[in-house]
C-alpha cells in the first residue's frame, strides 16, 4: 500500500508543478495579440472607405457575409452567427470595429487606408487586437490566431481590391 501511495503523491506533486512552470513560462508572453494584414490597392481612398464603413457594402468582399446566419441590422451593426460586430468609430481613413464572441470576449479590429497624394496606392491595413488573460491555455491559445485569423483576412483583403480596383 505504501508504494502506491507514494505513486499517487509523486504524481500529484508532477501535475502541481507542471501546472506552476507552464503558468510561469505563459506570463513571458504578451498579453495583447495584434494579427494584422496589410494589401495594395490601386484605388483612392475614397472609393475604398465606402466599402469598409458600411456593413451591408461588406457582403461584397467579407467571405460569409451572405450566409444566412448573418443579420445587418444597420450599416454599424450586425450579427455573424454567435458574433456580434459593432462599428464604433470612422474617419477618412480609418474604420474601427468592435467583435464579440458568444462567450462575451471582445476583439478590435482596425481597417487603416495610407495614401499619398502623389501615388495611385493606397495601403489598406487590417489589423484585429484582442487581451489576453493570464490563464496558460489562453496565452499558448493566442498563438493559433495568426494562424486562424490570417488567411481570412488574406482572402478577404484581396476580395476588396479586386472590387475596388474593378469600380
Request: no cysteine; aromatic share 10%.
Amino acid at each position: 500500500m505504501g508504494m502506491i501511495s507514494r505513486m499517487i503523491k509523486f504524481a500529484a506533486i508532477s501535475i502541481i508543478a507542471l501546472f506552476i512552470i507552464t503558468t510561469m513560462i505563459s506570463f513571458l508572453f504578451p498579453s495583447k495579440v495584434i494579427v494584422s494584414r496589410a494589401i495594395n490597392i490601386n484605388a483612392k481612398p475614397d472609393s475604398i472607405i465606402v466599402l469598409i464603413k458600411d456593413m451591408h457594402a461588406w457582403k461584397q468582399w467579407i467571405e460569409g457575409m451572405d450566409d444566412p446566419s448573418v443579420h445587418i441590422f444597420s450599416s454599424t451593426e450586425s450579427e455573424m452567427g454567435a458574433t456580434k460586430v459593432v462599428i464604433d468609430s470612422i474617419s477618412p481613413n480609418t474604420v474601427r470595429s468592435l467583435w464579440q464572441n458568444k462567450k462575451g470576449k471582445w476583439m478590435i479590429s482596425t481597417i487603416h487606408l495610407y495614401s499619398d497624394s502623389a501615388k495611385p496606392v493606397t495601403v489598406v491595413q487590417w489589423a484585429f487586437e484582442q487581451n489576453i488573460k493570464w490563464y496558460p491555455w489562453e496565452k499558448f491559445g493566442s498563438f493559433m490566431n495568426d494562424k486562424i485569423l490570417g488567411p481570412m483576412m488574406e482572402k478577404n483583403l484581396d476580395h476588396l481590391r479586386k472590387l475596388a480596383e474593378k469600380n
